[in-house]
C-alpha cells in the first residue's frame, strides 16, 4: 500500500485517474503528461495484480497493490 494525507480524489475522477492522458481539472498548469498512472495499471494488469484506490477527500489517498 502506497497513501498519502493530501487533498484525496474526488469519486467522479477515480473512475477516470487510470485512463490514458487523463488529467484532472483541479491540476491545469501541473507539469506532466498524464500517462503515469495508466502505464502502472497496465503493467499490474499483465502481472495478474489488482489496483485499490482508496480516497477520501481532504484526508488522502490510498493505493493498494494485490499480487
Not at 473512475?15 to 491545469?28: A, K, L, M, N, V
Not at 503493467?43 to 477520501?56: A, C, K, T
Request: proline share 7%; aromatic share 8%.
Amino acid at each position: 500500500e502506497i497513501s498519502d494525507n493530501g487533498p484525496g480524489i474526488p469519486p467522479a475522477e477515480i473512475q477516470r485517474i487510470f485512463e490514458p492522458f487523463y488529467r484532472s481539472p483541479r491540476h491545469t498548469g501541473v507539469k506532466g503528461s498524464g500517462v503515469g498512472l495508466s502505464l502502472v495499471h497496465s503493467i499490474m494488469q499483465l502481472h495478474n495484480v489488482s489496483v485499490d484506490v482508496v480516497s477520501e477527500e481532504g484526508k488522502g489517498t490510498a493505493f493498494r497493490l494485490r499480487f
